[in-house]
T-cell receptor, first 114, second 114 residues
Framework: SAVISQKPSRDICQRGTSLTIQCQVD?????MFWYRQQPGQSLTLIAT?????????ESGFVIDKFPISRPNLTFSTLTVSNMSPEDSSIYLC???????????FGQGTRLTVV | AQSVTQPDIHITVSEGASLELRCNYS??????LFWYVQSPGQGLQLLLK??????LVQGIKGFEAEFKRSQSSFNLRKPSVHWSDAAEYFC????????????FGTGTSLTVIP
């Protein structure tokens, strides 16, 4: 199993500002994923982050709004830029090898934009 | 395309009663199937998962799920619900071909009444 630490666990931010969310894993993992869960909704994949390459974004998500870093095999960050109230969501980090059977999820970051 | 359907948005059961949460999926190959639970303000906790073999899978907290290929279903069951089971439940399909990406259902909210 993998232990995932996400920081911050929650935050309240002013519109127009940016927040960087960190995801730290206790072991090296090939792939890291960032999901968004809007209020009352299911989880939607934002992007896949592989070490040493640019993140791959899903339809509807762009790098300018959600820049991602993956400097090594145990760490990734997701930045929510120029925030608006519509960005209020839970953001979750998921890690694992290519095989989804061994994926794990962080506890999430609850973001409120006011 | 992969997709997951949870037909029941909200279910209310009495404590001690049995529970079944429905999940149907669409996937071109044998899927990896998962059930996650999310308590208010918390991240995702894995209840159980199906990869292959025995189609009846046992999970934590007394939950079980049965994979029925002919019905493309993976329903979650519990014989006797406890008040602490009140939470949001998500069914998910893991897509190995796309590198550890999960497709989540929209979730079923469970209320347990005394």
């Amino acid at each position: 199993s993998a232990v995932i630490s996400q920081k911050p666990s929650r935050d309240i931010c002013q519109r127009g500002t940016s927040l960087t969310i960190q995801c730290q894993v206790d072991s090296q993992v090939t792939m890291m994923f960032w999901y968004r869960q809007q209020p009352g909704q299911s989880l939607t994949l934002i992007a896949t982050a592989n070490q040493g390459s640019e993140a791959t974004y899903e339809s509807g998500f762009v790098i300018d709004k959600f820049p991602i870093s993956r400097p090594n095999l145990t760490f990734s960050t997701l930045t929510v830029s120029n925030m608006s109230p519509e960005d209020s969501s839970i953001y979750l980090c998921s890690v694992g090898p290519i095989d989804p059977r061994w994926a794990f999820f962080g506890q999430g970051t609850r973001l409120t934009v006011v | 395309a992969q997709s997951v359907t949870q037909p029941d948005i909200h279910i209310t059961v009495s404590e001690g009663a049995s529970l079944e949460l429905r999940c149907n999926y669409s996937y071109g190959a044998t899927p990896y199937l998962f059930w996650y639970v999310q308590s208010p303000g918390q991240g995702l906790q894995l209840l159980l998962k199906y990869f292959s073999g025995d189609t009846l899978v046992q999970g934590i907290k007394g939950f079980e799920a049965e994979f029925k290929r002919s019905q493309s279903s993976f329903n979650l069951r519990k014989p006797s619900v406890h008040w602490s089971d009140a939470a949001e439940y998500f069914c998910a399909v893991g897509a190995s071909g796309t590198g550890n990406q999960f497709y989540f259902g929209t979730g079923t909210s469970l209320t347990v009444i005394p």
